[in-house]
């Protein structure tokens, strides 16, 4: 079946200090890819997403960009910074509407 | 952006009680919601779909009759743990699908439930 696959966590970063959050995806056909944050005591927000290969997704300095060749949608930022630090998922769905598929997330930490 | 509400936030209760978890959608309708678990340091697992007005649609797995979920109006449907044991504490999310067009088909997610049997 489908799933999602995001590195290990927590990510200890200084500010300034450039993110790269690994998400590899196993699917059939061509699934929506997406990055959700959870800052604490809230829910989950979109970040980005992108619906199809080689798009691009961006929101608020971060992007990921859909490989289909790679199976991969890594979240990157050049410059993170302390109100970066939550926990990352990335996901995937076939079709609009239905049950995302989680990766187990990963814990982003920012200090000054 | 649109926001979902659960309620409690967290509870705590004895083994063999039942427990029930809101969601809600407070600013916009929800034709579906979709009710996750989760376990520390897991993935979010999807339980359950539920439309509005009728029965949820159950993953493989997931015990209908332990789980109850009701989907009544357009803005909230309501997940009830029946005769909790120790072994169903974990972290309990709900997400509500916009039928509107300007966000249609995004899910928004609720803050989750901490459950915890004693």
């Known amino acids: 079946g489908d799933s999602v696959t995001q590195m290990e966590g927590p990510v200890t970063l200084s500010e300034e200090a450039c993110l790269t959050i690994?998400?590899?995806?196993?699917?059939?056909?061509?699934?929506?890819l997406f990055w959700y944050v959870q800052y604490p005591g809230e829910g989950l927000q979109l970040l980005l997403k992108?619906?199809?290969?080689?798009d691009k997704g961006s929101n608020k300095g971060f992007e990921a960009t859909y490989r289909k060749e790679t199976t991969s949608f890594h979240l990157e930022k050049g410059s993170v910074q302390v109100s970066d630090s939550a926990v990352y998922f990335c996901?995937?769905?076939?079709?609009?509407?239905?049950?995302?598929?989680f990766g187990k997330g990963t814990t982003l930490s920012v200090s000054s | 952006g649109a926001v979902v509400s659960q309620h409690p936030s967290w509870v705590i209760c004895k083994s063999g009680t039942s427990v029930k978890i809101e969601c809600r959608s407070l600013d916009f309708q929800a034709t579906t919601m979709f009710w996750y678990r989760q376990f520390p340091k897991q993935s979010l697992m999807l339980m359950a779909t539920s439309n509005e007005g009728s029965k949820a649609t159950y993953e493989q797995g997931v015990e209908k009759d332990k789980f109850l979920i009701n989907h009544a109006s357009l803005t909230l449907s309501t997940l009830t743990v029946t005769s909790a044991h120790p072994e169903d504490s974990s972290f309990y999310i709900c997400s509500a699908r916009s039928g509107t067009h300007h966000s249609y088909n995004e899910q928004f997610f609720g803050p989750g439930t901490r459950l915890t049997v004693l």
């Open positions: 992108a619906t199809k290969a080689d």
């Open positions: 996901a995937l769905h076939h079709q609009a509407g239905t049950a995302l598929i």
């Open positions: 690994n998400c590899t995806y196993t699917a059939t056909g061509y699934p929506s």
